[in-house]
Each structure stands twice: as C-alpha cells, then as structure tokens.
C-alpha cells in the first residue's frame, strides 16, 4: 500500500474509535428521542465516515487502475446499514448501527435517513449540472447525424433490451406480480440501460490519444445524445408512474402516454431551448454579481431552483439541472464555473455514490436469483449498445472495426445509471433486488469495458471506409499560429501577461490541462485554444481572431519592453554600484573571490579584442584546465546571455557569466586586458578587468553572493590597481590573496 493510503487507513481508524466515543459521552444524559441536535449530530459523524470510506475507496481502485468511482461504490456498499453499517455498536444514537435507520425517521423505503439522502439529492443536482455544463454544444451539432444515429440506435435498442429483460426475469426475483412493458421497474430497468458513462470513455480516448479521432468524436457526440434521450426517457417514464401508478397491465391509454412523451419532450427542449437563447443575457447578468466565486455559486443556485421546479413539474430535478448546465456550456463564464465548483464537485459528488452504495441490499444481490437475473441483464446490456450503436455506425461509413470501436465506446455505464437507479429506490419503485441488479449491472459494463476499448483501438487501421459527413474529424480551423522564444522561462512570463490581458479584455481563461500546457479563453462565443510548450506558444482560433491575436502579443510585449526600460534605469544610475566599505567587508567574508580562482585560471594579458573574444578565451581556459564537461555549451550559454543584456560593469569591469549545464559547480576566470574591451558598459569604458563565471543550472552553489563578492572586490580601487600591474598569473593571484589574508572565509 502507497503512503497516503496507508495514512489515510489510520485516520479512519483512529476516527472509527475515537468519533463513537465522542459521540457517546456528548449523548450521555439527553433525552432518548431523537430531536433535531441528536440527529444532527448523527448526521455530522456519519457524513465525516462516508467521506473517508469513499476517498480510501477512490484511492484503492484507482491503484489497480479501475475508476475511482467504483472504489466510493464499493465503500459505500461496505459501510452501509446491510453491512458494517448495521453493526449495533454500545454508543447513544449508534445502538442499531452507524447508518442504520429507525423505520420511524425513514423516508418511504429508502435505508438511508432523510438528511444523508437530501445531501445525496443535492449532490446529484450539482454532477448533472457540471455534465450539462461540460456539454459542447458545438461538437453536438458538427457531428449531429452519425452521431444521433449511434445515440438514437443505442437508447431504442437499449431501452427494448432493458424491459424486454424485465418482462422476463422479473418474476423470478418478484413472485406473485404480473410486469409488462409499462410496469415501473420494467421502465427503469430501460432507463437505466440506456446511459452511458461520457467520462469514462472520453477518459480511455483521451489516454490512446483518440479524442480526435471519427471513431473518437462520433462517441462522444453519441454519447451526449445518448444521455439527453435517457434523461428524456427518464422523465417519460416518471411522468408514467405519476399518471398511472406502478405497474397495471390493462387498459394502456395511449393517449395519456403521448400526451406524457409530448410534455416531458416538450418542456425539456422548450427549456433547453430557451436557456441556451437566453444564456448569453443569464451570463451577463451573473457577471455583474461579483467575482468569478461569486459567479459560479450563483449559478449553482439557479441550477438547484431550476431542478426544483422540474420536480414540481413531475419530472426529476437531475433533468433540471442538465438543462441548466447545457444553457450555460456554451457562455464564457462556463469552464470558469467549472474551477470554481470543483471542490464543491469533489466534496458532494463522492458521497452521493456512496450514499448510492448504501443503498445497495448485499445480501439480497448474492443471492442467486438476482445473480444470474443481474449478469443476464449485464450481457444484454453491452450487446444491445454493441448492435444498437455498431449497425447506425456502419451506416455512416465506418468499417466493422470503427462500428466495433464505436459500439464499445457506448457501453460502459455510470453515473447517470446510478442517479435513475437511486430515483427508483427512494420513491419505492425499485425494490432491493432490482436496485441490487442494477448496481451489478453498473459495476459489471464500467469494469469491462475500459479493458475492451483500449484492445479495439489497439489497432492502428483506420476504422471507416471513405470519409462521412457526420463522422469527419476535421473542421474549418484556421492555421495555428505558433510564436517561438528562447528558453521556457520567457514562455512562463509571456503566459502570465497574456492571460492578464484576455481578462483585462473580458475574457475568460482557464486551465484544461496542466500537465500538456493547454489553456483556453473565452469570450461570448469566441474560443481561442493556447497550447504552450518550453519554448513556443501556439493559439489556435477562427480566422476573424487572427487579428486579435497578433495585436496581444504586440502588447504583451510591449508591456515586458516598457518595464525592462524602467529596470534599467536602476543599472544606469551610477550610485546603484557603489558599495560601501562595510558592505565590501561583509560580501568579502561571505564569498572571498580568490577562494574560487587557482593560478591556472588567471589570464595576465588576453589577447581578445572583441568581448566575443575574450569570452571564448576565458571559457578555453577553463576547457584546458579540465574544468567543463563540454566546452561548446558552456561557450553558447555565456554567449546567449550576453546577448540578452551586456555584463559591462562600468569602472573597467566586466563579468560575463551564465548557468549552464556544462560544469558541476561554481568556476571562474579572471583576465586582464591592457588596451581595454567594449562590452557596452552603462558609462561607456572599455573592461580591462574581465570575470568570466560559470554556474551549475540545479545546483544551489552561492551564485548572486559571488557576483556581489566580485562586484565589490573589483570594484575597490586599490585591487583593481594591483590587478592591473601584474604581469604573471602567479603575480595575480598573490594579489588577490593578499589583499585579503587577513579576512577568514
């Protein structure tokens, strides 16, 4: 086990015993009711419980390489009220168990308390929010009819599967009930069939750098439609039970089922429509609330208002929030949105599947009816996405392996199964077993189905036969203009500037991934794509921001220009360079210059008359003298540094200098130059006294120390007197050293 695991195990272990304690002396005394401080209390102690099951569970799965989402799953279903959940435990309010429930405070069937699931709800609103939010409408609409074909075919053939299973197997873990296709649990066990899990498999894509690929993007356009029309279905299928109870067989009134289909459809893409018409007049009006937290937590308000009121239109709050989410995917302030919900994201979304794991009867799944019924219902489920998605694939002209890829690019499941899974159980439509088969369901096609996609693609054929319309990769981008620069540490400079100038300008910039350098900025519906490597920065953006483009990199750099003036100014003023004669002490005894030199490192007379001259003299004798590892580099890092800003002192001194990697610690060369060289110092004199030095770029050697040690001694008339009569190396070095004898270094 890793550190942090390990560490982790011991925090909640340590809280396992010491929080009942707690909780037990806090208890004792109060009254044995549970009014509202008891339950409240309960309810702090065990969210504190399922947020360290569901991280250690995150972290365990996901160092086996499984999804973490998975490992919450899984803890949730080993601290629930049907495992150790249900432990009686000598401890007041814990006597029946951590998580268990007293039938009295129950909310229907549900075996979780009323505040753990109306946190769960909440946190089912803000995931659906975010994926409406993550939602790229654009993509949507490029790759519209492959991929509403693939989506169509999945959920019809699907949703058929689902119920048609239902039908059938139903009986086996429900005796004494009759199911049709309009029974409860037979729509649910559709629905559920229906989802697919667009994280994971744009997370598989993106590993096997398949994103951009047909087979790649009509997935993820498929698997967008593929939710839309489950959650469509979803409130189909809510609106049903509403209107017509749970499960009669007689008497279908069709009319009332169209008249339902018409409604949920009607209010969704009325909604959706709307939000997404108004979405630029929402954005600007949540702009003016305040800073970008404020912004986003605004609009996590309206999401939970909107999901509120499609629950009063009997429909679930998840759609609500979706349409929400999709309304804003397309303003500027939604990838902002995104950065700011994230801990939110990270804190609630973990208990919400855990608290679905809870939820899970283990006893009642291994059972072997709802064993078989749920590996039944798992085989059906990836064939159905292999068939329902493959065939509409090959009729958008992709071969049988970009139909394949496509197909199993559908079939994991995920969260937006658990979310109408968990729908089912609260509301009592689900019993324990169903609920149970769909978990496995779940568990089984997330489990399965990274494994199968990454062999589908591990191919390296193409998979379509010519080239669709809707299944086309390319796109009408404009080329991507690419600026170079010397080293990464000017990119890092010029990428804080640029971003301050895109928000200075009402853009909107974030991160998408740190690691390969890719940030994008918005503005209403402008994107500009910035990808920035250690010595290029390269945008990408329409042709009508080409423009936009060229002007802020003039100004970025004529911002640096400006400021580099105003610091020169601090170099060009002569008493910037006077050292005091208590300084001169001070720097001496901290690095004396001679400690650093050896009499074969002494040039008495250079020869140069260039400053390029002497650099390359200096740097050759240290060559000769063993003291680099490679002469060429340690030439061309002194060289590009000089180029940059000249090491003219003024005075008669010179101290040209660089890290570079072509020594292993801290070297120098002193030289003297009789008739003087110009290095363009600030008073206009030739260097006579030149200090060539030489850093290692890693190494923590008292490079800046030594430069204003050798500023000060050279900078001391008297030495650079002595300096300037010697005629040996020898001669240079006793000058040096014995100008200083008497300081200890």
């Not at 195990?9 to 809280?15: D, P, S």
């Not at 490992?71 to 168990?97: K, Q, R, S």
Request: charged share 15%; aromatic share 6%; proline share 4%.
């Amino acid at each position: 086990m890793s550190r942090s695991f390990r560490l982790g195990l011991t925090v909640l272990t340590v809280l396992g015993f010491a929080v009942p304690v707690l909780a037990s002396t806090a208890g004792e005394g109060g009254d044995a009711s549970p009014d509202l401080t008891t339950r409240m209390t309960a309810l702090v102690i065990q969210l504190g419980v399922v947020l360290f099951a569901a991280r250690l569970g995150n972290m365990l799965f996901e160092k086996f390489r499984v999804p973490g989402v998975l490992g919450e799953l899984c803890a949730g279903v080993l601290i629930g009220p049907y495992l150790l959940g249900g432990l009686p435990l000598p401890i007041h309010g814990f006597e029946d168990g951590m998580f268990a429930v007293a039938e009295s405070v129950r909310c229907g069937s549900c075996p979780v308390s009323p505040e753990l699931y109306g946190i769960c709800s909440v946190a089912a609103i803000i995931l659906l929010f975010l994926v409406g939010v993550e939602t790229d409408l654009k993509m949507f609409v490029r790759y519209s009819v492959a991929g509403s074909l693939v989506g169509i075919g999945g959920v019809a053939v699907s949703f058929a599967a689902g119920d048609l299973i239902g039908i059938w197997l139903l009986p086996t873990i429900m005796p004494g009930q009759t199911f049709s296709v309009m029974h409860a649990a037979c729509i649910f066990l559709g629905v559920m069939s229906t989802a697919t899990s667009v994280s994971i498999t744009a997370r598989i894509l993106s590993e096997r750098k398949k994103l951009d690929s047909p087979e790649g993007v009509t997935t993820l356009a498929a698997a967008v439609i593929d939710d839309v029309l489950g959650i469509v279905m979803l409130a189909i299928g809510m609106g049903l039970v509403a209107a017509g109870g749970k499960g009669g067989t007689a008497g279908v009134n069709w009319a009332a089922i169209g008249i339902i289909a018409l409604k949920a459809v009607g209010i969704w893409l009325g909604a959706t429509v709307f939000g997404i018409l108004v979405s630029r007049k929402v954005s600007s009006g949540l702009k003016r609330l305040g800073g970008n937290t404020e912004i986003a937590v605004a609009a996590l308000g309206m999401a939970l208002v909107v999901g509120g009121l499609f629950e009063e239109a009997h429909l679930a709050m998840i759609i609500g929030a979706y349409v929400m989410g999709l309304a804003l995917s397309r303003a500027d302030i939604s990838h902002m949105i995104r950065e700011k919900l994230h801990s939110v994201y990270a804190f609630m979304v973990p208990v919400f599947f855990a608290v679905m794991g809870m939820m899970v009867n283990i006893k009642m799944m291994a059972s072997r009816s709802v064993l078989v019924f749920g590996l039944i219902y798992t085989f059906a489920a990836v064939l159905a996405k292999l068939f329902g998605c493959g065939l509409p694939a090959l009729l958008c002209r992709f071969n049988l392996r970009g139909a394949l890829r496509v197909g199993m690019g559908m079939v994991p499941r995920g969260e937006v199964a658990l979310i109408v899974a968990g729908i089912g159980r609260a509301s009592g439509l689900l019993t324990d077993e169903v609920f149970g088969v769909a978990v496995l369901m779940t568990l089984l096609t997330t489990v399965i189905a990274p494994p199968l996609l990454v062999l589908a693609y591990r191919s390296p054929l193409a998979g379509m036969a010519a080239r669709g319309r809707g299944a086309e990769a390319g796109g009408e981008d404009a080329a991507p203009i690419v600026y170079t620069f010397a080293n990464a540490e000017i990119v890092s400079l010029l990428l804080d500037k640029l971003f301050a100038c895109l928000q200075q300008d009402g853009f909107f910039t974030h991160t998408m991934n740190r690691d390969e350098g890719l940030h994008q900025a918005r503005k209403d519906d402008l994107v500009i794509s910035i990808k920035s490597s250690p010595r290029a920065i390269t945008f990408e953006c329409p042709a009508h921001a080409v423009s936009i483009i060229r002007v802020l990199m003039i100004e970025v750099v004529a911002e640096y220009e400006q400021t580099l003036r105003e610091l020169r100014k601090l170099l060009d003023d002569d008493h910037q360079l006077c050292v005091t004669p208590d300084e001169l002490a001070r720097l001496q005894r901290r690095e004396r210059i001679a400690s650093y030199l050896s009499v074969t490192s002494l040039v008495p007379q250079l020869k140069g008359r260039t400053k390029q001259e002497v650099i390359g003299e200096l740097v050759g004798v240290l060559a000769k003298n063993g003291r680099l590892r490679e002469h060429e580099a340690a030439l061309a890092d002194v060289l590009k540094r000089e180029a940059a800003m000249s090491t003219g002192l003024g005075h008669g001194i010179a101290c040209p200098h660089a890290r570079t990697e072509a020594v292993d610690r801290l070297v120098c060369a002193l030289g003297v130059s009789r008739e003087g060289v110009d290095f363009g110092a600030v008073d206009g004199k030739p260097a006579r006294l030149v200090l060539l030095t030489l850093c290692p770029t890693a190494a923590s050697e008292p490079y800046m120390a030594f430069q204003a040690a050798a500023l000060a001694t050279l900078n001391d008339r008297e030495m650079a007197a002595a300096l300037l009569g010697c005629n040996t190396p020898g001669e240079l070095f006793h000058a040096l050293c014995a100008r200083g004898s008497a300081v200890k270094r």
